[in-house]
């Protein structure tokens, strides 16, 4: 048996240690807001919270899961992650919306521990998520929002 | 249905026809070709010609609720362009709804009841526009008459404002809530009962709002969504939970066309949580919409499906893939390139090409590459099916849901009626899912668990091996200039295997709808044309992806006029138009086009004017001409597809190590009457990265007959860093044309836009897509 602290609640599930969390989360304990979308670590749609730092659930055995997960299903009981769901609604963000809770839960991470990100830091920190959408202009312009580091125009009037 | 009256309502038909006199001016006339009983049995064009037509009767799709909660049931598959809201919009703005007393509720597939539910070819908004504010301005008059049975006064002396019902002269109002009960049980009223509401009327249809060009202009509709999506609440196919559900992938034959020939399932039997491993029956080529076959590892969670599969051992049979497995992207691109050089299938033709080409003063030649891609959904294809007692049940994230439900039936030989199908929301279609072979997976699986859900995952890797992918092409074009540089004759040969493969023998030309996707429809004015279709054999599914065939083709064209105007010295912008000639109208069928979108040509002409209109506001707000500097420049393309109207013009810079960076997209749109513009810019933003994938990194090619790309380490599709720093979407203001598409026509201009732009940085031309690391 293994013990998951997700969101603040504990689960007992009888799964292989090697068993991914993305698929403990999902199909075991039955929580949906965590996305399929590589395996590989490669899209972040499976973005989730060990101890505070954005990992990729989709290859992270539940046995190194260790601690305090949060999902997106609490994002919006967490200050930041909050005003970061604000930003997204405000700014009209999603298309299909399939990535953006990992595009979200990433983003929250990184205001957590750079409050006022530089745009390139921005940039850097959100490359792993991908949007097949193309909505990656939007979701700059909510980060950015959401610190109220907004550096949109400045570009716009150095281009 | 409670239809007092067939006589179709006059303002409803484009504002176009009636100022052109198209439908020959008369109501009368007009009655009597849009009669309602046989409407959608006659039309020609438009909604009402495509199977189960339109529906606009209120009971549908619209309930009020006693408290006031309005729902507007949505037919429509929403995967990302927004139709939930903007369809939710148009209702609730011709009804006089409250927006934060709307949702939305998505109907099932069910095309008898709800029209067509087809969503593909950029067509839900222009083809349900009006049936939507005819059912929204129909239930509005039921309020009024209700409003005026309890007051008892003639119903003209009331008048529905926002959620209410007022009677002026006596002050008394009621809300939509406390009339519902009794505007339910009203009969609906004839058509030539209802009065849209005026333009100065409106509040949210057409109306600017939200994020604009990078500024919050104003508050806007909230996405109907959007709250869900944030939270994490969203329903999509893969998130339908249903007690006692199995999951299952299914291994399936690397070579389109192969068969199992053994299956060595011991190891697979032994991973933990692993229940059963079934031979799935694959169809005969052509496979249509149908399963590939395989094999399909059956389980207690979707990982330990995954693992048991990795454990099979599948001996492949490649015989009856015949030649498929021979299939090598290379070779394949060579004999394109080979067949391009001799005269193909004629398409259109005027004036004498080859004495042009021969006696031109200067000839301009190129050849144009755009490999195989696929999809790439964020949601790989998924689907959740149940059968019991001779019933089938499926929850999935289709855009075609008939196609769904006639597939399983078809397969498990059940009548039509006894599948039903919940459309979840899609986490991207793209044209993928237009095509339900994994929904038929799932039933083929659950055939074998009768009662129990099962849901057919497919992995990232499933995704990209076995996408229906979007047709590889090679374009070769020549022209001639006289001494002035002016085109004296163009001729272009086009080859791709043809979507047609799919669904009967190899065609191997491309079929009237995917020529008519800017290729017959090519709009230059140059005395000389000819156009020709050579042979190409499909060797993989082929199928939709976003925008189609005006992909190549307007990559091809796009780039070609810019090596044209390079050659003469020109301007390209000046030099386009001046390809273009005045603005005039150009009706398809005088260009060999008998498809137009299955759109009416009179009412949606190759309209020059609106082209020169969008090429000139694009390259205005780009600072066309400005001085750029070293290693930086401006591109330009246009295309109209889905009968709108798009023009892009990128400004980027290459540096010394071939680094590519994309500094703006200025994007010019013109899609006639806007429903809901915030949701229109989205998709031109979306449409301008996508298109960016096209152009720099994505790629899928065969090797003997296999897919070599897995996952996004290998398929490479854009990331924040390769969108451009700011995306800036010009709407075109034009409410006088017919309603154009706007999901797909943004992305054909991207890619020659951008291989323009790297031109003028560098002077280096991109013939072949993806650029990939052709500028280090």
């Known amino acids: 048996m293994i013990t998951l602290t997700i969101n603040g609640q504990e689960h007992e599930l009888d799964v292989p240690d090697s068993m991914p969390l993305l698929w403990a989360i999902r199909d075991v304990v039955g929580m949906k807001g965590t996305k399929f979308g590589c395996g590989i670590a490669q899209c972040g749609a499976c973005t989730v919270h060990l101890n505070g730092v954005a990992i990729r659930s989709c290859v992270t055995p539940v046995a190194a899961a260790k601690g305090e997960i949060t999902t997106i299903e609490a994002m919006a009981d967490d200050p930041v992650g909050h005003k970061v769901q604000q930003a997204w609604l405000d700014l009209g963000v999603a298309q299909c919306g399939y990535c953006q809770g990992g595009q979200i839960m990433n983003a929250t991470a990184l205001l957590k521990r750079t409050p006022a990100p530089q745009t390139q830091e921005i940039v850097d920190a959100m490359a792993g998520n991908l949007c097949r959408c193309g909505t990656y202009n939007r979701i700059l312009a909510a980060i950015e929002r959401a610190a109220d580091t907004r550096t949109v125009d400045k570009e716009e009037a150095s281009s | 249905m409670n239809r007092s009256d067939d006589t179709l309502l006059l303002a409803n038909v484009s504002r176009r026809g009636l100022l052109k006199g198209l439908v020959g001016g008369s109501a009368l006339l007009l009655a009597a070709r849009w009669d309602l009983a046989l409407a959608n049995e006659q039309a020609q064009f438009g909604a009402g010609a495509m199977p189960g037509g339109w529906v606009d009767n209120p009971n549908v799709f619209i309930q009020i609720d006693s408290d006031g909660l309005v729902t507007i049931i949505n037919n429509r598959a929403e995967m990302g362009q927004g139709i939930r809201t903007s369809l939710a919009v148009v209702a609730a703005d011709e009804l006089g709804a409250e927006w934060d007393q709307v949702r939305a509720q998505q109907a099932e597939g069910d095309q008898d009841k709800y029209g067509n539910q087809n969503t593909d070819g950029s067509?839900?908004?222009?083809?349900?526009?009006?049936?939507?504010?005819?059912?929204?301005?129909?239930?509005?008059?039921?309020?009024?008459?209700?409003?005026?049975?309890?007051?008892?006064?003639?119903?003209?002396?009331?008048?529905?404002?926002?959620?209410?019902?007022?009677?002026?002269?006596?002050?008394?109002?009621?809300?939509?809530?406390?009339?519902?009960?009794?505007?339910?049980?009203?009969?609906?009223?004839?058509?030539?009962?209802?009065?849209?509401?005026?333009?100065?009327?409106?509040?949210?249809?057409?109306?600017?709002?939200?994020?604009?060009?990078?500024?919050?202009?104003?508050?806007?509709?909230?996405?109907?969504?959007?709250?869900?999506?944030?939270?994490?609440?969203?329903?999509?196919?893969?998130?339908?939970?249903?007690?006692?559900?199995?999951?299952?992938?299914?291994?399936?034959?690397?070579?389109?066309?192969?068969?199992?020939?053994?299956?060595?399932?011991?190891?697979?039997?032994?991973?933990?949580?692993?229940?059963?491993?079934?031979?799935?029956?694959?169809?005969?080529?052509?496979?249509?919409?149908?399963?590939?076959?395989?094999?399909?590892?059956?389980?207690?969670?979707?990982?330990?499906?995954?693992?048991?599969?990795?454990?099979?051992?599948?001996?492949?049979?490649?015989?009856?893939?015949?030649?498929?497995?021979?299939?090598?992207?290379?070779?394949?691109?060579?004999?394109?390139?080979?067949?391009?050089?001799?005269?193909?299938?004629?398409?259109?033709?005027?004036?004498?090409?080859?004495?042009?080409?021969?006696?031109?003063?200067?000839?301009?030649?190129?050849?144009?590459?755009?490999?195989?891609?696929?999809?790439?959904?964020?949601?790989?294809?998924?689907?959740?099916?149940?059968?019991?007692?001779?019933?089938?049940?499926?929850?999935?994230?289709?855009?075609?849901?008939?196609?769904?439900?006639?597939?399983?039936?078809?397969?498990?030989?059940?009548?039509?009626?006894?599948?039903?199908?919940?459309?979840?929301?899609?986490?991207?279609?793209?044209?993928?899912?237009?095509?339900?072979?994994?929904?038929?997976?799932?039933?083929?699986?659950?055939?074998?668990?009768e009662g129990q859900p099962i849901k057919l995952q497919w992995s990232?890797?499933?995704?990209?091996?076995?996408?229906?992918?979007?047709?590889?092409?090679?374009?070769?074009?020549?022209?001639?200039?006289?001494?002035?540089?002016?085109?004296?004759?163009?001729?272009?040969?086009?080859?791709?295997?043809?979507?047609?493969?799919?669904?009967?023998?190899?065609?191997?030309?491309?079929?009237?709808?995917?020529?008519?996707?800017?290729?017959?429809?090519?709009?230059?004015?140059?005395?000389?044309?000819?156009?020709?279709?050579?042979?190409?054999?499909?060797?993989?599914?082929?199928?939709?992806?976003?925008?189609?065939?005006?992909?190549?083709?307007?990559?091809?064209?796009?780039?070609?006029?810019?090596?044209?105007?390079?050659?003469?010295?020109?301007?390209?912008?000046?030099?386009?138009?001046?390809?273009?000639?005045?603005?005039?109208?150009?009706?398809?069928?005088?260009?060999?086009?008998?498809?137009?979108?299955?759109?009416?040509?009179?009412?949606?002409?190759?309209?020059?004017?609106?082209?020169?209109?969008?090429?000139?506001?694009?390259?205005?707000?780009?600072?066309?001409?400005?001085?750029?500097?070293?290693?930086?420049?401006?591109?330009?393309?246009?295309?109209?597809?889905?009968?709108?109207?798009?023009?892009?013009v990128f400004d980027v810079e290459v540096d010394d190590k071939g680094k590519l960076t994309i500094h703006r997209a200025d994007i010019a749109f013109d899609c006639g009457p806007q429903a809901n513009p915030e949701r229109i810019r989205s998709q031109m933003e979306g449409s301008c990265v996508m298109g960016i994938g096209v152009a720099l990194q994505s790629e899928v090619t065969f090797k003997d007959g296999v897919a070599q790309q897995d996952n996004f380490d290998s398929y490479l599709v854009p990331r924040m860093p390769d969108a451009p720093k700011v995306v800036r979407v010009h709407l075109i203001d034009n409410p006088n044309d017919a309603m154009g598409g706007v999901g797909e026509p943004g992305l054909p201009p991207v890619a020659p836009a951008l291989c323009n732009a790297i031109y003028a940085a560098t002077g280096k031309r991109i013939r072949r897509l993806p650029v990939g690391n052709q500028l280090s």
């Open chain 2, 123 to 449: 067509r839900s908004m222009r083809h349900w526009y009006e049936p939507m504010r005819r059912a929204a301005a129909a239930a509005r008059l039921m309020l009024e008459q209700a409003a005026a049975n309890q007051w008892d006064v003639p119903v003209h002396e009331v008048r529905a404002e926002i959620h209410k019902v007022v009677h002026s002269a006596t002050g008394r109002e009621l809300g939509f809530g406390g009339l519902a009960d009794a505007a339910r049980e009203l009969d609906v009223p004839g058509r030539h009962a209802l009065v849209l509401k005026s333009d100065s009327e409106l509040r949210f249809i057409g109306k600017e709002s939200g994020l604009i060009n990078g500024e919050l202009k104003s508050a806007h509709p909230k996405a109907i969504d959007g709250e869900d999506i944030v939270t994490g609440k969203a329903i999509f196919g893969a998130d339908i939970d249903l007690e006692n559900t199995l999951y299952a992938v299914i291994a399936r034959p690397p070579v389109y066309g192969a068969k199992v020939k053994n299956v060595d399932d011991s190891e697979a039997l032994k991973v933990a949580g692993v229940k059963k491993v079934i031979r799935i029956k694959g169809a005969s080529q052509p496979a249509a919409f149908n399963p590939l076959g395989g094999v399909a590892v059956v389980a207690s969670n979707t990982w330990a499906a995954m693992e048991g599969r990795k454990a099979l051992k599948i001996e492949w049979d490649n015989a009856p893939a015949g030649n498929n497995a021979d299939y090598t992207s290379d070779a394949y691109r060579k004999s394109l390139e080979k067949a391009a050089q001799s005269p193909g299938k004629v398409i259109r033709q005027s004036g004498d090409v080859e004495a042009a080409l021969q006696n031109a003063e200067k000839r301009v030649s190129a050849t144009y590459y755009m490999p195989h891609m696929a999809q790439a959904t964020m949601e790989p294809p998924v689907a959740v099916v149940m059968i019991k007692n001779g019933k089938a049940e499926a929850w999935a994230p289709v855009q075609h849901p008939r196609a769904a439900r006639e597939g399983i039936a078809g397969m498990l030989e059940m009548d039509l009626d006894n599948v039903t199908l919940h459309q979840t929301l899609l986490g991207g279609g793209f044209g993928r899912k237009s095509k339900p072979d994994f929904v038929m997976e799932a039933a083929l699986v659950a055939k074998a668990f």
């Open chain 2, 460 to 648: 990232r890797e499933d995704d990209i091996h076995h996408a229906y992918f979007h047709a590889v092409s090679v374009d070769h074009l020549d022209a001639g200039l006289d001494a002035e540089g002016k085109a004296t004759s163009w001729r272009h040969r086009t080859l791709s295997p043809s979507i047609a493969s799919l669904f009967m023998p190899d065609p191997k030309h491309k079929g009237e709808f995917e020529l008519g996707m800017g290729f017959n429809t090519m709009p230059f004015n140059i005395p000389a044309i000819r156009l020709e279709n050579p042979p190409a054999p499909a060797h993989v599914r082929i199928g939709w992806f976003r925008s189609v065939y005006n992909l190549p083709h307007a990559w091809a064209i796009q780039s070609f006029a810019h090596e044209m105007a390079v050659a003469a010295g020109k301007d390209h912008r000046d030099y386009v138009l001046d390809l273009l000639g005045p603005a005039r109208e150009i009706h398809n069928l005088t260009v060999g086009d008998g498809w137009n979108y299955g759109e009416d040509p009179d009412l949606h002409p190759i309209d020059i004017g609106r082209m020169r209109r969008v090429i000139e506001r694009a390259t205005a707000e780009a600072g066309w001409g400005r001085k750029t500097g070293k290693g930086r420049g401006l591109g330009l393309a246009f295309h109209n597809s889905f009968v709108s109207y798009t023009a892009i």
